[in-house]
């Protein structure tokens, strides 16, 4: 005769959260398993920190260079400094950046999770699929923002700071 022995359930002791806040949970995990592969994430984020060093640098070096003419309004031509078009010249690398991020992080969204089991786990548990939505798209989201939104902001904060009187940086602002 066998004998089923007591394998040492314990009942669950910690803090109980709001079931408003477990899309927060897939978040984080979608956050770490984004970050855990460097050429997931730390690849394109390497590319973007690459392109706001160099965007950075011409903007530092040629603060006063004048560019090229280009035609505006009624006909008249307006001088560009580089410092100015570095700006949104450098927009494309960043989206291309984001774009090898999507590629390598955004395919593997639920792919990854049905593998390593966690779909199963998430969805045996009480989660909706509503919150485990949520939470992969806010987790994918934060990580594609690091790189589309954070670094041209950084740069654009760069060419505010470059700027020689109160005028200037108020006149650029606007």
Not at 135 to 155: E, R
Request: net charge positive; with cysteine; charged share 15%.
């Amino acid at each position: 005769m066998s004998v089923i022995h007591d394998l040492g359930y314990k009942r669950y002791i910690g803090t109980r959260r709001s079931v408003a806040t477990r899309w927060m949970v897939i978040m984080r995990h979608q956050i770490a398993t984004g970050r855990k592969k460097w050429w997931r994430y730390w690849l394109p984020l390497g590319m973007a920190v690459i392109t706001l060093c160099i965007a950075g640098g011409l903007m530092y070096f040629s603060t006063n260079t004048i560019v090229k003419s280009i035609g505006g309004a009624n006909g008249s031509n307006l001088m560009v400094k580089m410092a100015d078009a570095v700006v949104p010249l450098s927009f494309k690398f960043f989206c291309a950046a984001g774009f090898i991020l999507s590629l390598t992080l955004g395919s593997t969204v639920i792919a990854s999770d049905t593998q390593s089991g966690a779909f199963t786990f998430y969805f045996v548990r009480s989660i909706r699929p509503r919150d485990y939505m949520i939470g992969k798209l806010a987790g994918y989201g934060f990580l594609v923002a690091t790189i589309v939104l954070v670094c041209p902001l950084v740069l654009v904060g760069l060419r505010l700071g470059l700027c020689q009187s109160t005028d200037e940086l108020v006149s650029r602002s606007t």
